[in-house]
């Protein structure tokens, strides 16, 4: 049953924009909501290469347009063909995939993964409260750690800001990510 209800899922999500409750799942520590993008008080825009690499590889370009009203981003081949296009707007999670999306890229983990690069660690240590998970984090550096195990672990090149360029290493569903800023602009 469980098997006819997720290749449902994916159907809908191959053929169709597909609208989901927001969720982030943080390894160790299950399903939380997603936070909100009012976090960014200021408008930021920038576009990254992304390189994804472990279980699976990808690479891909990654528009992202953060705001206190929202946050939009936009998955493009080196060719500029459409990936996939992601809305977060107040609640509602919103993905319009295209014929091009690989099977092993899904938009809505991508979110849930920038979620943990980039929102403030305050609203990231709120999240994780009572799951056993911790997080640490220096200017340059975030890690969860369950125990005395790392799950994620994610350096920042020079510091932690959306317009800087990184490595994300999660440990435990064995994939890096590794991401370079291309253009930033933030008002």
């Not at 960014?40 to 528009?63: H, M, W």
Request: a negative charge; glycine letters at 8%.
């Amino acid at each position: 049953m469980l098997r006819f209800a997720i290749l449902g899922f994916l159907a809908l999500l191959a053929t169709a924009c597909a609208s989901m409750p927001p969720g982030i799942t943080v390894p160790g520590a299950g399903r939380h909501p997603l936070l909100p993008s009012a976090v960014f008080p200021r408008d930021i825009s920038v576009t990254q290469s992304v390189a994804i690499s472990g279980r699976y590889n990808e690479r891909f370009l990654l528009q992202t347009e953060v705001s206190p009203a929202g946050l939009s981003m936009v998955g493009l081949t080196g060719f500029g063909q459409k990936l996939f296009e992601l809305e977060y707007q107040g609640d509602v999670l919103t993905v319009h995939p295209t014929p091009f999306l690989p099977g092993s890229l899904v938009p809505e983990k991508l979110l849930a993964d920038f979620q943990l690069i980039y929102w403030p660690g305050v609203q990231l240590h709120e999240l994780l409260m009572g799951t056993g998970v911790e997080m640490l984090e220096t200017a340059s550096q975030r890690r969860l750690r369950r125990g005395d195990s790392t799950i994620i672990d994610i350096a920042y090149s020079p510091a932690r800001a959306i317009e800087n360029s990184l490595v994300y290493r999660n440990l435990e569903e064995g994939y890096d990510m590794r991401i370079e800023v291309l253009s930033a602009s933030a008002q």
